[in-house]
């Protein structure tokens, strides 16, 4: 498949959307944004997080319901969440799988059989984004329940194990269900049409090093490269070029050393926003502000969400 022909649909016209980064970045932010645009525009989304988080319910405003772990809830009109419970999961995938009902209950609550699940590496991960995609199939009537799943990974090598997990497990297993289950989400996931994929950085050496790293490693475990780079919290560009030589000139008070801070702190971000974009070529590079105040809200995300949505 031309992969630049398939990317042109847009991200929020793909079933799933991997957002990935270093920790730190603002992962979270950025599946929320991309959730809300997709709610905006008249989609029905989910946002998935794994390892039983429970980072986007605030970022929008909304509490987190610690009675409902484990369970879809609609956050804001259209956009629902789940935290992913590997334990949980490895329940659903047991009374799916297996025969009978009882045998897959003995099996789940066998605490033998639970710490050679717990051992085997890669089970937690195939396991998590084997329920993810199964959001991207779940059907309500002659429609899918979500026509957008936003996965938001985790932090860079944990995100990519969990991307690799599919195609490990249906190496290893080859024949039953898991390597079935294994090939059908590693298809998936490596289809452009079907799969979209974020890259998250902020304008700082370390995390843009670690997203142009990604760029290289998603090339390799998934045969294509991201879909977007997002650089995160960029700070205005207030000062031109007469501006910042003014500042040079100025004597020193607190107020012109904030200023000349913030014209410095700036120059430096859009150099580490350019070395980003020399690095992802021909992938488009999104920046979204840094967002000024105490704490988010569903008022700072809405505006986010105008961005990454009509992002192209």
């Known amino acids: 498949m031309d992969y630049a022909r398939a990317r042109m649909g847009g991200l929020l016209d793909k079933r799933l959307v991997v957002v990935i980064g270093k920790g730190g970045v603002g992962k979270s932010t950025v599946a929320a944004a991309l959730g809300l645009a997709a709610a905006r525009s008249g989609r029905r989304a989910i946002v998935a997080?794994?390892?039983?988080?429970?980072?986007?319910?605030?970022?929008?405003?909304?509490?987190?319901?610690?009675?409902?772990?484990?369970?879809?809830?609609?956050?804001?009109?259209?956009?629902?969440?789940?935290?992913?419970?590997?334990?949980?999961?490895?329940?659903?995938?047991?009374?799916?799988?297996l025969p009978l009902g009882a045998l897959a209950s003995m099996m789940q609550h066998s605490d033998a059989f639970?710490?050679?699940?717990?051992?085997?590496?890669?089970?937690?991960?195939?396991?998590?984004?084997?329920?993810?995609?199964?959001?991207?199939?779940?059907?309500?009537?002659?429609?899918?329940?979500?026509?957008?799943?936003?996965?938001?990974?985790?932090?860079?090598?944990?995100?990519?194990?969990?991307?690799?997990?599919?195609?490990?497990?249906?190496?290893?297993?080859?024949?039953?269900?898991?390597?079935?289950?294994?090939?059908?989400?590693?298809?998936?996931?490596?289809?452009?049409?079907?799969?979209?994929?974020?890259?998250?950085?902020?304008?700082?050496?370390?995390p843009v090093s670690e997203a142009i790293g990604l760029q290289r490693d998603l090339r390799r475990e998934l045969g294509r490269p991201a879909d977007r780079a997002i650089?995160?919290?960029?700070?205005?560009?207030?000062?031109?070029?007469?501006?910042?030589?003014?500042?040079?000139?100025?004597?020193?008070?607190?107020?012109?050393?904030?200023?000349?801070?913030?014209?410095?702190?700036?120059?430096?971000q859009r150099a580490q926003r350019a070395r980003l974009r020399r690095a992802f070529g021909e992938v488009p590079c999104t920046s979204l502000p840094f967002l000024f105040g105490a704490r988010q809200g569903l008022e700072q995300m809405e505006r986010l969400a105008a961005i990454v949505g009509s992002a192209r």
């Open 231 to 268: 650089m995160n919290a960029m700070l205005p560009q207030r000062f031109s070029a007469g501006d910042a030589a003014a500042l040079r000139g100025a004597p020193d008070d607190p107020a012109v050393a904030s200023a000349r801070w913030m014209q410095a702190r700036g120059r430096v």
């Open 49 to 97: 997080e794994v390892a039983a988080r429970e980072d986007v319910p605030p970022i929008l405003g909304a509490a987190v319901d610690h009675d409902a772990a484990g369970a879809e809830r609609e956050l804001v009109p259209g956009l629902h969440h789940l935290s992913v419970d590997p334990d949980r999961a490895l329940g659903e995938y047991l009374h799916q799988h």
């Open 114 to 206: 639970l710490l050679f699940a717990a051992a085997t590496p890669g089970m937690g991960e195939l396991l998590s984004i084997g329920r993810v995609w199964e959001l991207t199939r779940a059907r309500t009537g002659r429609r899918r329940r979500y026509d957008l799943v936003v996965l938001d990974a985790p932090a860079t090598a944990n995100g990519l194990a969990l991307l690799a997990a599919p195609r490990t497990f249906a190496a290893a297993a080859r024949v039953g269900p898991i390597a079935h289950q294994g090939g059908e989400i590693r298809a998936t996931l490596c289809d452009p049409a079907r799969t979209g994929v974020v890259v998250v950085a902020t304008p700082e050496e370390m």
